[in-house]
């Protein structure tokens, strides 16, 4: 029997699976962060090395019998990074007597879409604190609709809601704008009840602009024209990325899973875009067939 170890990383924590190569859990457990970006690819290298020995020891699997391991995380969707964290993975494994016979590394995204649809074709729309869209084709191809960056991307996103908020909320405070509950909103959940405060949280005490976002959509709700305005905006934009990937695709039907609390949970912002897909009439949406950890765990079994 061969044997297969996806992980899943991301800015908080890591989740670990061994299964085997029917996709059936063996094993699992959970580390700490892997955004080698932030924390350095030596770091991260432990925390993985610290997983697949767990999984290998407590399963009681043949070290010879696990046929490959992937890491899917944050930052490793350029091919110069993820080259950098295998690198470093392999040595760091090799000097602690752990050689294994194929480690991949690839985007957290990447496997999220895999796990989505089994390693068939479709897309995923993931819209957290960022926002991006991947679609694999017929043929097997990858495409990606967006994910430029807070600075010039992350349409859609809880990010650019909240920053939109903010910036809707500055204005009202100076005068350039209507009054908007969300200042109201801000002064009782962060203490911001006037302009200095609210650009010293900005710029000063690294302040969470997606953590707005929840307060965006319930004053939307209580039908505050600024906040109702900046969903449409962004909702909107998010359609453009679904658009842009049919397209890309050429298929009859988009088959789309959605990712992220910000279009996933029961708010106004996740009902509007989810009208929106409805009205385009050639969307199908559907919950994922997997976790992105299984989507690791099919992409090592096909790239091994």
Request: net charge negative; charged share 25%.
């Amino acid at each position: 029997m061969k044997y297969f170890i996806g992980l899943d990383g991301g800015g908080t924590k890591t989740k670990c699976i061994l299964t085997d190569e029917n996709y059936n859990s063996i094993y699992e457990c959970t580390g700490g962060p892997s955004n080698f970006l932030m924390l350095g690819t030596d770091k991260v290298s432990e925390t993985i090395f610290d997983l697949i020995n767990e999984a290998i020891t407590n399963s009681k699997i043949n070290e010879d019998d696990l046929e490959a391991a992937l890491i899917g995380t944050t930052g490793a969707g350029r091919v110069n990074d993820a080259n950098s964290l295998k690198e470093a993975f392999v040595n760091y494994s090799n000097n602690n007597n752990l050689k294994l016979k194929n480690f991949f590394v690839e985007s957290d995204a990447r496997i999220a879409l895999e796990g989505a649809f089994s390693g068939k074709p479709g897309s995923i729309l993931i819209a957290g604190t960022g926002s991006i869209m991947f679609g694999k084709d017929k043929n097997g191809v990858i495409h990606r609709v967006g994910g430029c960056g807070r600075f010039i991307g992350d349409e859609g996103s809880g990010f650019m809601i909240g920053r939109k908020g903010l910036i809707a909320v500055s204005k009202h405070l100076d005068g350039r704008s209507n009054p908007t509950l969300l200042t109201d909103f801000l002064r009782s959940e962060f203490n911001i009840d006037d302009l200095p405060t609210l650009i010293t949280k900005i710029y000063k005490e690294n302040f969470d602009i997606a953590s707005v976002t929840p307060f965006v959509i319930k004053a939307a709700e209580e039908n505050d024209k600024a906040c109702l305005k900046i969903l449409e905006e962004e909702s909107d934009e998010l359609i453009l990325h679904v658009k842009a990937m049919g397209n890309l695709l050429k298929e009859e039907t988009l088959k789309l899973s959605l990712i992220g609390s910000t279009i996933t949970t029961d708010n106004l912002y996740a009902k509007m875009f989810q009208e929106k897909i409805n009205d385009l009439g050639n969307v199908k949406l559907q919950n994922p067939d997997y976790p992105p950890a299984i989507g690791a765990v099919i992409m090592a079994k096909n790239l091994s």
